[in-house]
């Protein structure tokens, strides 16, 4: 599902270390980027490293993140709205889903 054309997602991780790092998409093929590309970036992700790595988990959800400001994009709307589909979350999500829902209906 990635876009047709070159897009540059900068990740901005706040914390625990302040990173960053460059995903450069360009017709199907993924880069990664340890420095600027030079090129501005498309659309710039902020958020700590732990509310990724929840979301990514199955944890929390993109969309509730991003409500609730845990993460945080900027960009063209259209790119920002189709961003969280250009990625494959862990192999485990659904279960982690399933595992919340299981304990939030046992309380």
């Known amino acids: 599902r990635l876009p047709p054309g070159r897009v540059i997602v900068e990740f901005d991780h706040t914390e625990p270390i302040a990173v960053k790092v460059w995903l450069v998409l360009d017709r199907g093929e993924v880069s990664v980027c340890m420095q600027h590309p030079g090129t501005e970036p498309d659309l710039v992700v902020r958020s700590t490293t732990p509310a990724l790595a929840r ?15 845990g993460i945080d994009v900027s960009g063209p709307p259209g790119l ?28």
């Open 80 to 107: 920002a709205r189709k961003l969280p589909t250009w990625f494959r979350w862990s192999p485990w999500a659904d279960d982690v889903r399933a595992r919340q829902r299981v304990s939030d209906v046992a309380g």
């Open 55 to 69: 979301v990514f988990s199955g944890a929390d959800r993109w969309s509730a993140s991003v409500a609730t400001g």
